[in-house]
């Protein structure tokens, strides 16, 4: 492979990455997650 096509690769897999986890941090507000997160036994200043 040449180092154009890998660099393009890796941009697409990274962005691809990016739109995964960004709905979740929105998410971890809520009061279901929070629940979870005391449920699971956590400390609440982890999130």
């Known amino acids: 492979m040449k180092i154009k096509s890998i660099k393009i690769i890796y941009w697409i897999t ?3 990455l990016a739109l995964f986890i ?4 929105f998410f971890m507000n809520s009061p279901m997650a929070l629940e979870g997160t005391r449920h699971l036994g956590l400390p609440q200043g982890s999130i």
């Open 22 to 25: 960004l709905p979740g941090i």
């Open 14 to 16: 990274t962005v691809l």
